[in-house]
């Protein structure tokens, strides 16, 4: 159905020490809240990190995107999450343009070719034009 990318989200109150265009340098050793581990987010993540040898100091872990966006935005880490996740941004977090940030996961449905009907389809078409890429986004910064 379409890709939903994940974008790198910190505390406003780190504002002062991270700055725009984000090398992966500046972004190396901060507090984060990530995936538990073994779960399929945690394996794209540690191979991201591995690639740009980040080590990443883990202070929470969080399957569930509005508790991590609270985390944030309370200042406790930085953390990776999806766009579709990211509809509403919360006060107190910063949606950083990371360029060279690019990890996204697959939204896909299987459906089987005798259950569709009216509904279903246009709830599939909602969900697919959510993920274009020319959607609206709330930017934070």
């Given at each position: 159905?379409?890709e939903d990318p994940f974008r790198v989200v910190f505390p406003e109150s780190w504002g002062r020490r991270l700055s725009a265009?984000?090398?992966?340098?500046?972004?190396?050793?901060?507090?984060?809240?990530?995936?538990?581990?073994?779960?399929?987010?945690?394996?794209?993540?540690?191979?991201?990190?591995?690639?740009?040898?980040?080590?990443?100091?883990?202070?929470?872990?969080?399957?569930?995107?509005?508790?991590?966006?609270?985390?944030?935005?309370?200042?406790?880490?930085?953390?990776?999450?999806?766009?579709?996740?990211?509809?509403?941004?919360?006060?107190?977090?910063?949606?950083?343009?990371?360029?060279?940030?690019?990890?996204?996961?697959?939204?896909?449905?299987?459906?089987?070719?005798?259950?569709?009907?009216?509904?279903?389809?246009?709830?599939?078409?909602?969900?697919?034009?959510?993920?274009?890429?020319?959607?609206?986004?709330?930017?934070?910064?």
């Amino acid at each position: 159905m379409g890709e939903d990318p994940f974008r790198v989200v910190f505390p406003e109150s780190w504002g002062r020490r991270l700055s725009a265009p984000y090398p992966a340098e500046q972004l190396a050793d901060l507090s984060r809240i990530l995936h538990h581990p073994g779960s399929s987010d945690a394996a794209i993540f540690d191979a991201f990190f591995a690639r740009w040898d980040l080590h990443p100091r883990v202070v929470a872990h969080s399957d569930d995107f509005h508790a991590t966006l609270a985390l944030v935005g309370a200042g406790l880490g930085a953390a990776l999450v999806p766009d579709l996740a990211l509809r509403e941004i919360p006060p107190r977090v910063v949606v950083a343009d990371v360029a060279w940030f690019n990890i996204s996961r697959s939204i896909f449905a299987l459906v089987h070719p005798d259950r569709v009907s009216a509904g279903l389809s246009d709830l599939l078409d909602g969900v697919a034009a959510s993920l274009a890429p020319d959607r609206p986004r709330n930017d934070a910064d």
